[in-house]
Structure formats: structure tokens, C-alpha cells
């Protein structure tokens, strides 16, 4: 069962347009969710991420959405740009206290910006 | 920037061959993870460790074997490798309980099993 469900799987849009992906989660307890971004032949690496207690997180041109209520998150990617084409990660945190924090990932929204 | 380096970068291996896929960082982390990347399944932990000699599992463990010989040191072992085990291996490190904090990454391990 899929904890972290993202859509699209992929997204296409013109330079200049605002990307908008979409994150939503099934388990209450989730309080943390970092957007990681992958691009090909790499490992992931932190974009942006917000906390549980927030309901907007911006920076530059990303901006996390959240609503709490709905278990809905999206990242929107205004100004989009062609070296913004990679894969983008949704991920939630269970908090385990003294035993680590996991992180659960989405599949993955591979976004291609078109020149 | 924090550090996380892989090794080997690609590996092939047969049926029930015996991998040990290595990782290090460089930053005095505590967390240090193994995640295996399918397309259709994203992200996936295997085992994590939040110090050397301990060891946690994750929500795949099954078939794989961890082992955190030092802070820096973490190791992915398949003993009996198998088809359904191919798959793009990414190691992490992060810092610890941190309220917001980072996972690091390497650039993976990509394994094929004949």
C-alpha cells in the first residue's frame, strides 16, 4: 500500500509556465514533508520542505501548498525552466522518536520543461 | 555540502552470487540509510542505522543484511542475490532527530542480477 501517493506520474510544460505537482498521504501522523529533486544519473537531493504546523513554504520560485485537513501537499514551480526537468520525490516523515526518523517516498513525478 | 560516496558505481552479479555494496560519509552523521529506487515504487528503505553496531530495519529488508561498522561506514549485503533484487541502490546519511531535518545522498549503486 502506497503511503505517499504523487500524480501526475509525468508532467510536461512550456518554459515559463507554472508546474504544478501533486502530493497526498493516508497517515495522520506524518508531521514533516521534503520535496527532493533527482536528475539523471544522480541521487536525490533536498529542493524544499514544510512542516505539518505550516500551510505555505516558499522559496524562489517553489512553493509548497498544504492542507492538513485534506492530507493534500503540491509543489508549484513558477517560471519553469528547461534545467528544472528532473524527477521530483514527495516524502513524508514518520517520527520514531529515539529510533530514527523514516522517510516515505512517493513514486516520483518526472517533469520535463520544454524550451 | 555534506559528503555520501558509493562504491562500486555498477555491479553484475548471477544468481545467488554473494554483493556487498559499500558506503561512506564524511560528516560525523548519525542516520546513515539504504534505499533502493525502481521506477513505479520511488524510494524504498531497506535498513537504516543511527550509529555504529546498531542497526534498523526499514519496510524492504527482506534478503538484504546491514552492517554499520563505524560512524562513517555502512554496508548493504545480498548473500544470496537474486532477478528481483536488481535495482538502483541509493545510500544517505543524515544528521539525527533534527525537526526539519536532511537526508544526503550518494550518487548509487546501480545492481544487476543475471
Known amino acids: 500500500q502506497q503511503q505517499v501517493r504523487q500524480s501526475p506520474q509525468s508532467l510536461t510544460v512550456w518554459e515559463g509556465e507554472t508546474a504544478i505537482l501533486n502530493c497526498s498521504y493516508e497517515?495522520?501522523?506524518?508531521?514533516?514533508f521534503p520535496w527532493y529533486q533527482q536528475f539523471p544519473g544522480e541521487g536525490p537531493a533536498l529542493l524544499i520542505s514544510?512542516?505539518?504546523?505550516?500551510d505555505k513554504k516558499e522559496d524562489g520560485r517553489f512553493t509548497i501548498f498544504f492542507n492538513k485537513r485534506e492530507k493534500k501537499l503540491s509543489l508549484h514551480i513558477a517560471d519553469s525552466q528547461p534545467g528544472d526537468s528532473a524527477t521530483y520525490f514527495c516524502?513524508?516523515?514518520?517520527?520514531?522518536?529515539?529510533?530514527?526518523?523514516?522517510?516515505?517516498f512517493g513514486i516520483g513525478t518526472l517533469l520535463s520543461v520544454k524550451p | 555540502e555534506a559528503a555520501v560516496t558509493q562504491s562500486p558505481r555498477n555491479k553484475v552479479t548471477v544468481t545467488g552470487g554473494n554483493v556487498t555494496l559499500s558506503c561512506r560519509q564524511t560528516?560525523?552523521?548519525?542516520?546513515m540509510y539504504w534505499y533502493r529506487q525502481d521506477t513505479g515504487h520511488g524510494l524504498r528503505l531497506i535498513h537504516y542505522?543511527?550509529?555504529?553496531?546498531?542497526?534498523q530495519i526499514g519496510d524492504v529488508p527482506d534478503g538484504y543484511k546491514a552492517t554499520r561498522t563505524t560512524q562513517e561506514d555502512f554496508f548493504l549485503l545480498l548473500e544470496l542475490a537474486s532477478p528481483s533484487q536488481t535495482s538502483l541502490y541509493f545510500c544517505?546519511?543524515?544528521?539525527?532527530?533534527?525537526?526539519?531535518?536532511?537526508?544526503?545522498f550518494g550518487s548509487g549503486t546501480r545492481l544487476t542480477v543475471l
Open positions: 544517505a546519511s543524515s544528521e539525527g532527530l533534527g525537526l526539519a531535518e536532511t537526508l544526503y
Open positions: 497517515n495522520s501522523a506524518f508531521d514533516y
Open positions: 514544510i512542516l505539518s504546523v505550516s
Open positions: 516524502a513524508a516523515r514518520m517520527n520514531y522518536g529515539s529510533s530514527g526518523n523514516k522517510l516515505i
Open positions: 560528516n560525523s552523521h548519525n542516520y
Open positions: 542505522s543511527y550509529g555504529a553496531g546498531n542497526l
